[in-house]
């Protein structure tokens, strides 16, 4: 039987620690208590926080001699991110802790596999919790009360986060393995392609479309590079522009990366390659006031690219993808990137769109693998969507 790690930092918060693991115990399940603690600890555990710290490449000594906290939590969150892929035997892991406590057990549960039930009992809950999640599937659960010792409230608390983790880490849920996987890419603007496509490749394909958000992005891409994925449908790489000039959904310079690093077939295409995104209209930078803008809703504020900026995204993705040495096709739609981008549209600008298909045109190294293909069509016209199923079920099945 696998076991439910319980983590904290037992120096102070042993107490609640004991608390939630006695909890899992009485929910059926069976609780390993980890210490990632810099000091002496309060109550019994089951791995110690040497044991963890050992893990740091330059050994426990980095970690557990120090004087500064700071610093050690560091050490310890690096510890910890080490620590915990190299276990075998997790059938989930809750931990709990303030500021401190929480960036060191998240470090380790953004290491373990998507689907690998992750509870993160947190005084930060409520707030940004963005570079405690990033890209993985950690449930965050408000503790409410500061952990300082038990009380009536957070006893409730622990007691739910314990019930939580026992039953999502006794029902797995038996996987379809049967069908390949495919990642695919997709915005409000780009989604009557998206869906097509989907439609046409479902029946022999299981189907991943991730929100093209900047996290929905490099979701995709770590998924490509841990094997999950056997080939992607990047139609909607809009990402790249909140890269480039400044939006608040961007990708990282690694985008494509896991593509090039992988190989997998890729048919790729420039969807909402014709916006940036921005939040409230208050958000956005004074130096772009005067663009042509379209307000998506209340919190939403997408902003048209020029043709300079279109010409600069194209030759960034083009540089991208002449790393990229397998099955590739990549899609460039004459009518239009967008909902927006079509005639009649508030972003309809035939010369950007211009600007972006020649850059990538000039870029792009077209090999026996890689090629360009442009089409007359908008990218939501039914015929796009038909040829982009096509081309991928041709590169993957040579």
Known sequence: MKAIYVVGTADTKGEELAYLADAIVAAGGRP???????????????????MV??????????????????????????????????????????????????????????????????IMVSTLASGDV?????????????SVTDMAGLNRLSRVILHHAAQAITAMASRPLAEAASKPV??????????LCVTAIVERLRADHDCMVFHATGTGGRTLEKLVDSGLLSGVL???????CDLLFGGVLPATNDRFGAIARSGVPYVG?????????????????????????YRHNPNVTLMRTTPDECAEIG????????????????????????????????????VADAALFDALESTVVRTDRRHIVRLPLHINDPAFAEAVAAAYRDIANP
């Open 32 to 50: 390993l208590r980890i210490d990632i603690g810099t000091r002496r600890p309060t109550v019994a555990v089951d791995i110690s926080a040497d």
């Open 53 to 118: 710290a050992a893990a740091h490449p330059a050994g426990a000594a980095a970690v557990l001699s120090g004087d500064d906290r700071g610093t050690a939590v560091a050490a310890m969150g690096e510890a910890f991110a080490r620590f915990l892929p190299a276990c075998d035997d997790i059938a989930g892991v809750v931990g709990i802790g303030g500021g401190g406590g929480t960036s060191i057990i998240t470090a380790g549960m953004r290491q373990l596999p998507l689907g690998l039930p992750k």
């Open 130 to 142: 963005a570079p405690y999640v990033d890209v993985s599937d950690i449930v965050m659960m408000p």
């Open 182 to 191: 495919l990642g695919l890419t997709m915005f409000g603007v780009t989604t």
């Open 234 to 240: 990047d139609i909607t790489t809009t990402e790249v």
């Open 269 to 293: 295409s420039v969807g909402a390659l014709d916006m940036i995104n921005f939040w409230a209209p208050d958000t956005v930078p004074g130096r772009y006031r005067s663009r042509l803008f």
């Open 315 to 350: 030759r960034w993705i083009g540089r991208k993808l002449n790393l990229c040495n397998g099955p590739l096709r990549l899609f460039l739609p004459e009518k239009g990137v967008s909902a927006l981008d079509i005639e009649g549209g508030t972003f309809h600008d035939p």
